[in-house]
């Protein structure tokens, strides 16, 4: 029998990728052992999406508002995330 297992995202918009960098390296080494991932995806002149990516809810979310703290940023929706980039739903 196969388990699917839930992968839970927190994406938070932040300030520019270089204001921020070292912290999400401290924290991606932090987390590893955990099973959490942390990417970031930066858009030219606007900021940076940074994604936790994790089984455990409660501990992702808990971390996406450690990052909103530390890097000045708010937690958005997918749907913020595809309008900022300039993404269409078709």
Known sequence: MFLAHRRISHDVYSLPESSIAPYLTELQKRVKEEGIRVGSYPLLMKGVFVSLIGQNEGRVRELGR??????QGKAVTEQEVRETKGIVNL
């Open 66 to 71: 450690e990052v909103e703290g530390q890097t």
